[in-house]
């Protein structure tokens, strides 16, 4: 069974750092592009950062950009978002997903989300 999970998520301080980690058991993650995604409360889910399938190639919405980094370790079928300088408005659900492309629609699988609140 595929699927995709989640850890890492926390509470911060604003200025703080946490590192999210999207773990894939029943398929390769090198095979798929994988996104991060987060949903705040009473708010549409939104794109955060994607890193393409095979190349690497790293994507990253506007408002992460220089705070967030997106990381592959093939060796332990994983995805890392290094989460750096977190504002509130970072507070939400992180969702990563598995894909055929970055910035299509179609997702494969689905995590099961991990809270991030950044508050003092």
């Known amino acids: 069974q595929s699927q995709l999970v989640e850890s890492g998520g926390g509470v911060v301080e604003p200025g703080g750092s946490l590192r999210l980690s999207c773990a894939a058991s029943?398929?390769?993650?090198?095979?798929?592009?994988i996104g991060w995604f987060r949903q705040a409360p009473g708010k549409e889910r939104e794109g955060v950062s994607c890193?393409?399938?095979?190349?690497?190639?790293?994507f990253y919405a506007d408002f992460v950009k220089g705070r967030f980094t997106i990381s592959r370790d093939g060796a332990k079928n994983t995805v890392y978002l290094q989460m750096n300088s977190l504002k509130p408005e970072d507070t939400a659900v992180y969702y990563c997903?598995?894909?055929?492309?970055?910035?299509?629609?179609?997702?494969?699988?689905w995590g099961t989300g991990t809270l991030v609140t950044v508050s003092s």
């Open positions: 997903a598995a894909k055929n492309l970055c910035g299509t629609n179609g997702v494969d699988y």
């Open positions: 029943g398929f390769t993650l090198n095979s798929h592009a």
């Open positions: 890193i393409s399938r095979s190349v690497g190639t790293k």
